[in-house]
Structure formats: structure tokens, C-alpha cells
């Protein structure tokens, strides 16, 4: 099976752009999470979704929307580029239970 | 915010010789987990630990968890070159979301 896909695996930007990042989960899993890790830091929650509902939501701007598609894949946007949003992008699903995540390997995005 | 603090933030060891990585937390939980980040790329789960456990092992790791002193510690035996990685720990109070410690940074030299 599969392992959770992320694309693209890099991006760049410049200021003001907008952003649009894609995320296929695994076979099965009806839960979808989006982490925001800068270089050097843990991953900083961003979004989950859950049977094509919000569940969940950290503590980022406005700028950052996500949704989920009835075939559970996600897409998460952000608009009005800043440097600051330069980072790695991880996607994770999870099954049934919630609890355990299975991360994709992440989506670099570079904002110049 | 990062909810957990890792210590040290870097280990370097010989192969064969144990890693111990701590994390303490803030507020209560539901569990936590360690995860492991190669080349920061995506995490690998490795083990999950919850609040009414006291310790969980599996293959070469052992987790042990304190909830009276809010900490945690991940202990890898006999360690090789390929357990070469950043180690996170990452706490959860419900289903909605994982919170993320600043990691480990482990160097296994052979």
C-alpha cells in the first residue's frame, strides 16, 4: 500500500504569492493533519480533518486554509506569502482511532 | 507553542553504546509518542505511551512515562549508525491534534 504522498515535495515563492499544497492519505485512513515545521523545531500544528470536517485548528492566521475532498485528500492554502512562512510542510493521516500519524515526507516551501 | 522540551538537544554516541533522550511536558494528557525524522523529512512513529502507562517497550526502545512529574524518556540500546535522526516526542489530549517537543538530534558514529 501506499504511504501518504505530498506534492510538490518543493516550492518557491516570492512575498505576496499564494500557495496551494496537495495530500493524498493512505487507503483507509479518513483523517488528515497538516504541521507546519520551521528548520530546527518540532512540527506546529496547523489543521485536521476528519471525515471532510474541521476538527481541529492551531493557532495560525487567517492567510491558512485547508479543506478535505470526499476521497479524504486535502489541500492545504496559504495566501499572501511571507518569508516567515518558508518551512516544511507535513501531511499526516491517521485511522479510525485517531491517534497514531503517518506522515508524508513533506513539502518545502521557500518564500523569497 | 511547543508543549514539550527535549533534552539534550544533541546526543552524540558510539554504535553499540545506549541513547537515552527526556521530555517533559506541560499539562496532563491522554498519551504520548516519540517519533523519529530523518534528514527533516517525514516523522516515523515509533511508540505511543498512554497516561495509565508506566512503560512500553518495543525491539531495542524503551519508553518510560511520569505523569506526576510530567516527563518522559526514550531509550534506544545498542545503537547503530542508522538510528542517526532527530527523536521528537509529541503529546496528545485528544484526537484532534499532536504537540511537538524541539527534538534530539542523535549522532551515531560507527
Known amino acids: 500500500d501506499a504511504g501518504v504522498t505530498q506534492s510538490p515535495t518543493h516550492l518557491i515563492k516570492t512575498r505576496g504569492q499564494h500557495v496551494t499544497l496537495r495530500c493524498s492519505p493512505i487507503?483507509?485512513?479518513?483523517?488528515v493533519s497538516w504541521y507546519q515545521q520551521v528548520l530546527g523545531q518540532g512540527p506546529q500544528f496547523i489543521f485536521q480533518?476528519?471525515?471532510?470536517?474541521?476538527?481541529g485548528r492551531g493557532n495560525f492566521p487567517d492567510r491558512f486554509s485547508a479543506r478535505q475532498f470526499p476521497n479524504y485528500s486535502s489541500e492545504l492554502n496559504v495566501n499572501a506569502l511571507l518569508l516567515g512562512d518558508s518551512a516544511l510542510y507535513l501531511c499526516?493521516?491517521?485511522?479510525?482511532?485517531?491517534?497514531?500519524?503517518?506522515f508524508g515526507s513533506g513539502t518545502q516551501l521557500s518564500v523569497l | 507553542s511547543q508543549q514539550g522540551e527535549e533534552d539534550p538537544q544533541a546526543l552524540s554516541i558510539q554504535e553499540g553504546e545506549n541513547a537515552t533522550m527526556n521530555c517533559s511536558y506541560k499539562?496532563?494528557?491522554?498519551?504520548l509518542q516519540w517519533y523519529r525524522q530523518n534528514s527533516g523529512r517525514g516523522l516515523v512513529h515509533l511508540i505511543l505511551?498512554?497516561?495509565?502507562?508506566r512503560e512500553k517497550h518495543s525491539g531495542r526502545l524503551r519508553v518510560t512515562l511520569d505523569t506526576s512529574k510530567k516527563s518522559s524518556s526514550l531509550l534506544i540500546t545498542a545503537s547503530r549508525a542508522a538510528d542517526t535522526a532527530s527523536y521528537f516526542c509529541?503529546?496528545?489530549?485528544?484526537?484532534?491534534?499532536?504537540?511537538f517537543g524541539t527534538g534530539t538530534r542523535l549522532q551515531v558514529f560507527p
Open positions: 499526516a493521516s491517521s485511522s479510525e482511532d485517531r491517534e497514531k500519524l503517518f
Open positions: 487507503s483507509g485512513h479518513k483523517s
Open positions: 480533518y476528519y471525515e471532510k470536517e474541521e476538527r
Open positions: 499539562t496532563s494528557i491522554n498519551n
Open positions: 505511551i498512554r497516561s495509565n502507562e
Open positions: 509529541a503529546t496528545a489530549y485528544n484526537t484532534d491534534k499532536l504537540i
